[in-house]
C-alpha cells in the first residue's frame, strides 16, 4: 500500500517560513491535499489539488508537488498557525485515501 | 452550508460493537464518498471506509473483517459499525465527505466524537 511520510515536527519563529514536506513514490503524479487540525478540532483542508486553496485560507498558505515531495509553504507565520498538518493522497490501486502521519507546527 | 454531525456512544465495552450515525444538513447525500475515519488519542488520521451514495462500499483492509457502512438516503445519515471492539479501537470517529471525482479532498467534516472501549 502507498506510504506518506511526514517529519513528526517543525519549529519556526513568527513571521518566517514554514515549509512542512509529505514523502510519497512517485508523488508528484498524485494528487495532495493539506489538512490543518488544532487541538481538540477536526481536521481543516487548507490546501488541495497540490496547491489550490479553499476560500478563506490565508494566501500565506501554498503548496507544491514534484518528484517524491509535496510540500506546504506557510509564509509569515503568526502563533495562530500553530497546528497539526496532515499530507492525504488516494491510492489510485486500491481507491483507498492515504494520510501521511501529521506534522506538529510549533511556533517559537 | 453542509454540516456533518456524528452520535453515538461514548463508551463500548471490549468485544462489543461500536454504532456511530453521522447526519448531514445543509446539502444532498448524492455523488459523494461519505466516510469513516478515525484518530486515536495522540496519533494520525486512519481511514475507516466510505460509502458511495449508490451503496457500494470500500473500506480500509486492516478494518474490513470488522466493519459495515451503511446508508440511509431518506434520512441523510449513514452509519458506521466496528465490530469485537479492544482498546486500540479507543480513538475520536469523524465522519467526512468527500466528491466522486477523481482524488477529492475530504472537505467537510464533523466535529468528531471520542469513543473509548473500557469495561
Known amino acids: 500500500s502507498y506510504v506518506l511520510t511526514q517529519p513528526p515536527s517543525v519549529s519556526v519563529a513568527p513571521g518566517k517560513t514554514a515549509r512542512i514536506t509529505c514523502g510519497g513514490n512517485n508523488i508528484g503524479s498524485k494528487s495532495v491535499h493539506w489538512y490543518q487540525q488544532k487541538p481538540g478540532q477536526a481536521p481543516v483542508l487548507v490546501i488541495f489539488?497540490?496547491?489550490d486553496r479553499p476560500s478563506g485560507i490565508p494566501e500565506r498558505f501554498s503548496g507544491s508537488n514534484s518528484g517524491n515531495t509535496a510540500t506546504l509553504t506557510i509564509s509569515r507565520v503568526e502563533a495562530g498557525d500553530e497546528a497539526d498538518y496532515s499530507c492525504?493522497?488516494?491510492?489510485?490501486?486500491?481507491?483507498?485515501?492515504?494520510f501521511g502521519g501529521g506534522t506538529k507546527l510549533t511556533v517559537l | 452550508q453542509v454540516q456533518l454531525q456524528e452520535s453515538g456512544p461514548g463508551l463500548v465495552k471490549p468485544s462489543e460493537t461500536l454504532s456511530l450515525t453521522c447526519t448531514v444538513s445543509g446539502g444532498s447525500i448524492s455523488s459523494y464518498h461519505w466516510t469513516w475515519i478515525r484518530q486515536p488519542p495522540g496519533k494520525g488520521l486512519e481511514w475507516i471506509g466510505y460509502?458511495?451514495?449508490?451503496?457500494?462500499?470500500n473500506y480500509n483492509p486492516s478494518l474490513k473483517s470488522r466493519v459495515t457502512i451503511s446508508l440511509d438516503t431518506s434520512k441523510n445519515q449513514f452509519s458506521l459499525n466496528l465490530s469485537s471492539v479492544t482498546a486500540a479501537d479507543t480513538a475520536v470517529y469523524y465522519c467526512?465527505?468527500?466528491?466522486?471525482?477523481?482524488?477529492?479532498?475530504?472537505?467537510?467534516w464533523g466535529q468528531g466524537t471520542l469513543v473509548t472501549v473500557s469495561s
Open positions: 492525504q493522497v488516494w491510492d489510485s490501486s486500491s481507491d483507498h485515501p492515504v
Open positions: 460509502i458511495y451514495f449508490t451503496g457500494n462500499t
Open positions: 467526512a465527505r468527500a466528491c466522486s471525482a477523481d482524488s477529492c479532498p475530504f472537505d467537510y
Open positions: 489539488y497540490d496547491s
